[in-house]
């Protein structure tokens, strides 16, 4: 009789495991079949990418626009060219203040 219960038990015990593993076979199936999905979603994307929009790859490749910096003919602090302020003899000023200053010393000077 107690042979019977043991073999019951490990019976169940099988059976059980079985379940399991069926369960993990089959949870990894969807798994796979989610991922097959998804990368075929993926690959029906970039298809539809590459016919469409040509070189957009290209937009975030732009290099920022490098600035010339002119040197301050009255103080030499250097800056960019677009915020210059020149005076009638070409000569280059960091600000409107500097081209009066070197103006009024150039007025100044015999
Ligand atoms: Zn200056």
Same mark, same amino acid.
């Given at each position: 009789?107690?042979?019977?219960?043991?073999?019951?038990?490990?019976?169940?015990?099988?059976?059980?495991?079985?379940?399991?593993?069926?369960?993990?076979?089959?949870?990894?199936?969807?798994?796979?079949? !989610? !991922?097959?999905?998804?990368?075929?979603? *993926?690959?029906?994307a970039?298809?539809?990418?590459? %016919?469409? *929009?040509?070189?957009?790859?290209?937009? /975030?490749?732009?290099?920022?626009q490098?600035?010339?910096?002119?040197? $301050?003919?009255? $103080? /030499?602090?250097?800056?960019?060219? %677009?915020?210059?302020?020149?005076?009638?003899? /070409? *000569?280059?000023? $960091? %600000?409107?203040?500097?081209?009066?200053?070197?103006?009024?010393?150039?007025?100044?000077?015999?």
């Amino acid at each position: 009789m107690k042979f019977v219960i043991l073999l019951i038990i490990v019976l169940a015990v099988l059976v059980w495991f079985q379940r399991l593993k069926k369960n993990l076979v089959e949870r990894a199936r969807q798994a796979t079949q !989610a !991922a097959e999905q998804y990368r075929r979603n *993926a690959e029906a994307a970039a298809a539809a990418n590459s %016919s469409g *929009a040509t070189g957009q790859a290209s937009v /975030g490749g732009a290099s920022p626009q490098v600035e010339t910096m002119v040197a $301050c003919a009255h $103080c /030499g602090l250097h800056f960019p060219a %677009s915020e210059a302020v020149t005076d009638h003899s /070409g *000569a280059i000023f $960091c %600000s409107e203040e500097h081209r009066r200053l070197q103006v009024a010393e150039r007025t100044r000077a015999p």
